[in-house]
């Protein structure tokens, strides 16, 4: 059984940065994607930025320019580098892993941006 844990959410002040981290754990396999979504209040959730198996990086067109992802696959571990944070920015970020079609979920960690 596949576990992601988030962490390193929180307050910050717009035009602040903050790192988010994921631990993967319960299967050695490779994930076919990992990466981050986000769910801002009252609204569908969304790709952030994922990390496929090939390691080719995909970020969503409002992220591009200020997030970055990045995967130790010894640690097992998908970091979420954002800086530059804006209001809008402000949701519950979701770690996620795909492994032979089955998709994966952690519980998430909040990143509140006040302006």
């Known amino acids: 059984q596949v576990q992601l844990v988030e962490s390193g959410g929180g307050l910050v002040q717009a035009g602040g940065s903050l790192r988010l981290s994921c631990a993967a754990s319960?299967?050695?396999?490779?994930?076919?994607?990992i990466g981050w979504y986000r769910q801002a209040p009252g609204k569908q959730r969304e790709m952030v930025a994922i990390?496929?198996?090939?390691?080719?990086?995909t970020y969503a067109d409002s992220v591009k320019d200020r997030f970055i992802i990045s995967m130790d696959s010894a640690k097992r571990t998908v970091a979420l580098q954002i800086n530059t944070l804006k209001p809008e920015d402000t949701a519950v970020y979701y770690c996620?892993?795909?492994?032979?079609?089955?998709?994966?979920w952690g519980k998430g960690t909040l990143v509140t941006v006040s302006s």
């Open positions: 319960g299967s050695s396999l490779i994930f076919d994607t």
């Open positions: 990390i496929r198996s090939g390691g080719r990086k």
């Open positions: 996620s892993a795909v492994l032979y079609g089955m998709n994966y």
